[in-house]
């Protein structure tokens, strides 16, 4: 059968660069693979059509002898004599991340076996009060994972025993199969790529070599931290298999709401009530503070909703970046009931400013009017 030219299969130019050939060669791959369209022969001629085709064009000196001779400058071969099945080592290169996905992790023989995994990264969330996050606090926190077993040592064998070497791939953690041209290799069953099975496993782990255990824990909360910050606890997440680091712990705070406080980044704001008679004539309030209460001196004529700033009295930087500000909205009181003298004082300063604002609306109004008309009103 006439084998098609092995641009046309990539889709590429012949000019076309290294980086070029590897990245429609990916797109194929991706798309033709076995695992995504079982059972369709066509789709896997395809994919072993594009392989073949680039382990010719990313090797340059078989690109140099296909460009000059074709496939005959290859040999006999399927991808000619001296074919380097090396050049799919790193098929995770190739997919981008990809290959192990597709269970082969390394095509033709090229590839390694994977050693023990690192523990599981373990998630606590914490709950503190607004006042422990704006001071910062230390808790303990009872975290239940997974610990290496004391018995065993975390081999998984009973004691005065040990892991065999895995019947299935001889050790070497894989099987290989023959796929058309190549060679595919995957993860072991057996032992799932450690190369060893255990037959006599430990009574404590039942051969896990690891035990589930609750671990006490002291975390120092810093102030000024905010909800959804985490801080990260290293190696304090479930152990690794033999040899391999523990996970990380990664506590997520949550603050509890205040009843005066609103947060804003490092900014709080809060409101408090005055009389009016404090708004008019000025006068000095009590207000809330992580410090306590402080004064805040209000001027006469304040407006009811007006916002006063009291810098350095909002909350921590959680970096130990100084604080940022409270911001106070003082608004009105209006009392629902008042006594009868109370409503006396009230009317009579009523039918004052009412007076006050009648005059102030005609004069407004008076000296809207164009100047002719003030003279004609004033000289009749």
Known sequence: ?????????????????EQEIKSAYRKLAL??????????????ERFKEAAEAYAV???????GAYDRFG???????????????????????????LGDFFGFGDLFGGGRRRGPHRGADLRYDLEVTFDESARGTETT??????????????????????????RQCGGQGQVRYQQGFFTVARTCGMCHGTGRVITKPCGSCRGSGRVARERKLTVKIPAGIATGQRMRLVGEGEHGGPGAP???????VHVGEHPFFKRDGDDLYGEV????????????LKVPSLDGEQNLDVPAGTASGTAFRLKGQGMPNVSGRGRGDLYVQVRVDVPRKLTREQRKLVEALGQTMDSEHAERVERDADAEKPFFERVKDIFG
């Open 1 to 17: 059968m006439t084998r098609r030219d092995y641009y046309e299969v990539l889709g590429v130019e012949r000019s076309a660069t």
């Open 31 to 44: 798309k033709y693979h076995p695992d995504r369209r079982p059972g369709d022969k066509d789709a896997e």
């Open 57 to 63: 064009l990313a090797d340059p000196e078989k690109r």
């Open 71 to 97: 496939h005959a400058g290859l040999g006999g071969g399927a991808a000619g004599p001296g074919f380097d099945p090396t050049i799919f080592a790193d098929f995770g290169d190739i997919l981008g991340g």
């Open 141 to 166: 926190i009872q975290v239940p994972r997974e610990e290496t077993c004391e018995s065993c040592r975390g081999s998984g064998s009973a004691a005065g025993s040990g892991p065999e070497v895995c």
């Open 246 to 252: 523990p996970g990380d712990l990664y506590v997520v």
């Open 273 to 284: 009530t005055a009389s009016y008679p404090c708004l008019v004539l000025g006068g000095r």
